[in-house]
């Protein structure tokens, strides 16, 4: 079968050799389509494609048609909201994605921009401490629990909330389960966003979420850029200039957000994933999933059943 890795933004060296090892070693043709620079590219390099391997790569019903053998589309990482999850499913194409292989990975880049912002963003002038403030987090999935785990390293009281998974889980992991995202927000100095961009929760971090933060208020943004309301946070935070917006993925409104200097800042590429350690990881579990559902129909991590 033939395994295409189409990637925008590549993965990294070694990871692109484990990915091979892995799809070659179970008798399978790897190709590599890396650094793209047009669509026209990858409508091309999917034509006789049986599967797929992408990273953030826009897996659009044009790809999606030209791709007349394609079976199943990994996306290694979490979140898949760029991949036509429907449309694929109408063309009978399985898409499954890699949870949980690279949530340390983000959840360490939570605490880098954390800090980096109690401190003043190093500008020399006194900051503040994590220590002993209250973190909220809003989702307690792989990437949720994994800030769980580190907050408790730097002494956060830590709250959480999530639409789906019992109280009891997220107690039983030593945090405190809150009621509703709203009460999140009231009670925590920061709050830190893992939930997933879906039609429920496309722009809901708003106005009046945001606006019950206590004074000094921080947002910490490594889910996506789709659940924030750009226009009302930009007003919030005109009008309330206590607030700290801090974010992994590049808003729309860049421009007017960085007129709140000291006060906002955005990695210039999302940064949460890149490590080697989760492109390995992300990469070999995507490798492995295709192998095991050309062997076996293994179709586990599928999310458009
Ligand atoms: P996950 O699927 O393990 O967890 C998502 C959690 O969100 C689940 O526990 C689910 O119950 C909860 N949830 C869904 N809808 C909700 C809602 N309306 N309100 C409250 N909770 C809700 O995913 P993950 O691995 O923890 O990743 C979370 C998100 O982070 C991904 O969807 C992705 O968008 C983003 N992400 C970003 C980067 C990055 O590079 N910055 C990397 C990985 C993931």
Known sequence: MKVLVATEKPFAAVAVEGIKKEIEGAGNELVLLEK?????????AVKDADAMIVRSDKVTPAVLDAAKNLKIVVRAGAGYDSIDTAYAKEKG???????????????????GLMVYAVRNFYNGKAGTELMGKKLGILAFGNVGRNVARVAKGFGMDVYAYDAFCP????????????DSQEE???NCDVVSLHIPATPETKQSINYNL???????GMVVNTARKEVINEPELIKLMEERTDLKYITDIKPDADEEFAKFEGRYFSTPKKMGAQTAEANINAGIAAAKQINAYFKDGCTKFQVNK
């Open 167 to 178: 109280k009891e889980v997220i107690e039983e992991a030593g945090v405190k389960a809150v």
């Open 184 to 186: 999140l927000f009231k």
């Open 210 to 216: 945001v606006n019950m933060m206590k004074k000094g």
């Open 93 to 111: 194409v399985i898409v499954e994605n890699t949870p949980g292989q690279n949530s340390n990975a983000v959840a360490e880049l939570v605490f």
């Open 36 to 44: 793209y620079t047009d669509v026209a590219q990858l409508l091309d």
